[in-house]
């Protein structure tokens, strides 16, 4: 997902309307990401994005797949036993209640895998889908468990702080989050891009958007972290899938 942004912005650089482009239906998964970075996609090039869920433990990508209703990804169960369970005990957690996916193939004879430990964060979504599927739903992968950080003793995942920064039709298409210690304790910074049309405006208007944004970011994480803007395409980016944290702490 976030590489579709990228191609989008160097349609956009090379003088070209993504939206013009005769695309239907794009397939998006690899790294998690929230709905509202999901209608920046399906805005930029006029196209409807549906979710995909795989790893290569399980043969690539076909284990989870997003139906024309957009809600919940159906499991192959032909293929795959799915679990949901608590990271820390093991335990099955009830249906729509977040945690662990767990898989088990079914089909596989050259290296089958038993319940084999994703660290993808999820949940099953309860009812039946309106398009008459019966396989169950996966939820959006919400992070990795092994994704969390922790800053002045809050527990941290990246998909919160993107939730936030992606809901501001100012931002631009990326952001960077940064884990520092100015010698007095840790520190986290966000930068954020600013699009064009809003970077050139009045810096009081910046400063005031500057300061909304940290305080829904307070809202949704506790803490208040120190927000930067940054021009269009001024952070660096990734052919694969995006670095959204860079960590330089000093490890004790």
């Known amino acids: ?17 993504p939206r013009e482009f005769p695309l239907r239906i794009a397939v998006v998964g690899a790294e998690p990401y929230t709905e509202e970075f999901r209608r920046r996609i399906e805005d930029l090039f006029n196209m409807k994005a549906y979710n995909s869920y795989g790893l ?15 809600h919940g990804m159906h499991v192959w169960e032909d293929c795959y036993i799915p679990e949901i369970i608590d ?11 977040t945690g662990e996916l767990v898989m088990t193939c079914l089909c596989r004879q050259g290296m089958p895998i038993l319940r084999y430990r994703t660290r993808d964060l999820t949940r099953f979504l ?22 969390m950080f922790i800053i002045k003793g809050v527990n941290v995942y990246p998909m ?15 952001y960077l989050i940064l884990l520092e210690n100015d010698g007095f304790g840790d520190v986290m910074r966000v930068q954020v891009e600013i699009r064009d049309e809003y970077f050139v405006e009045d810096m009081r208007t ?18 208040t972290p120190r927000v930067e803007l940054v021009q269009s395409n001024s952070l660096p980016s990734s052919e694969g899938k995006a670095v959204r944290v860079q960590d330089t702490r000093l490890k004790k």
Request: overall charge negative; some cysteine.
């Open 160 to 174: 919160q702080i993107e939730q936030v920064v992606m809901s501001f039709p100012q931002v631009g298409q990326n």
């Open 87 to 97: 990271p820390e005990t093991g335990e099955p957690v009830p249906d729509g209640q």
């Open 206 to 223: 910046l400063q005031g958007l500057q300061k909304t944004i940290a305080n829904r970011l307070r809202d949704e994480i506790l803490i």
């Open 56 to 70: 290569s433990e399980m043969n690539g990508p076909g284990v989870a797949f997003e139906c024309l209703q957009q």
């Open 1 to 17: 997902p976030s590489y579709a942004l990228i191609l989008g912005e160097h349609l956009r650089g090379m003088g070209e309307d």
């Open 126 to 147: 309860p009812g039946e889908c309106a398009c008459g599927r019966k396989h169950r739903r996966l939820d959006r992968i919400v992070g990795r468990s092994d994704d």
